[in-house]
T-cell receptor, first 111, second 110 residues
Framework: DAGVTQSPTHLIKTRGQQVTLRCSPKSGHDTVSWYQQALGQGPQFIFQYYEEEERQRGNFPDRFSGHQFPNYSSELNVNALLLGDSALYLC??????????FGSGTRLTVV | DAKTTQPPSMDCAEGRAANLPCNHSTISGNEYVYWYRQIHSQGPQYIIHGLKNNETNEMASLIITEDRKSSTLILPHATLRDTAVYYCIVGRGSNYKLTFGKGTLLTVNP
């Protein structure tokens, strides 16, 4: 049973550019959450999607946006990249019956 | 969400039990205690969770005090592969956001 799949695994972008990260949830999970993890810190909650709508949101600017598709997969978009956006971006899927399963993340480097 | 307090680091000898403490004195009655761990460069991995009663699974045991203000995660026979950052999180349910702190870096030594 495939777990949570994230792509790409690594990415290098230039300041001011836009980036899209992708996530396929674990089979049977209908909810997708995104987290940002800076070096040496715990993951910080960005937002959560359920039934193709944003259900919860953390303290992140509007430059961070997302989308969930009918097959429950999700995208995280970040506009106008800043150096401080360099981090590991984690996707986690869940459902009411099951707890969170995290992907291995996308390592984003902004130069 | 209630905040948690964990020691920044702990050491344990291989084969011995690792006991990781967590304080969550402001926990609400409907909040669960979750434990996740993160091995370097991987996503967090679910270990165990509980509400009031002690819990045990194939990975670990969770001991929650009667007043629910603190808990202990027990890895009964630590191995080198258990070296990781362990996060204690208090949350409202399996679909609610998780608020991570900095966790405890557990180093298992040979």
């Amino acid at each position: 049973d495939a777990g949570v799949t994230q792509s790409p695994t690594h990415l290098i972008k230039t300041r001011g550019q836009q980036v899209t990260l992708r996530c396929s949830p674990k089979s049977g999970h209908d909810t997708v959450s995104w987290y940002q993890q800076a070096l040496g810190q715990g993951p910080q909650f960005i937002f959560q999607y359920y039934e193709e709508e944003e259900r919860q949101r953390g303290n992140f600017p509007d430059r961070f946006s997302g989308h969930q598709f009918p097959n429950y997969s999700s995208e995280l978009n970040v506009n106008a990249l800043l150096l401080g956006d360099s981090a590991l971006y984690l996707c986690a899927s869940s459902s009411r019956e099951y707890g969170y399963t995290f992907g291995s993340g996308t390592r984003l480097t902004v130069v | 969400d209630a905040k948690t307090t964990q020691p920044p680091s702990m050491d344990c000898a291989e084969g011995r039990a690792a006991n990781l403490p967590c304080n969550h004195s402001t926990i609400s009655g409907n909040e669960y205690v979750y434990w996740y761990r993160q091995i370097h460069s991987q996503g967090p991995q679910y270990i165990i969770h509980g509400l009031k009663n002690n819990e045990t699974n194939e990975m670990a045991s969770l001991i929650i005090t009667e007043d629910r203000k603190s808990s202990t995660l027990i890895l009964p026979h630590a191995t080198l592969r258990d070296t990781a950052v362990y996060y204690c999180i208090v949350g409202r349910g399996s679909n609610y956001k998780l608020t991570f702190g900095k966790g405890t870096l557990l180093t298992v030594n040979p």
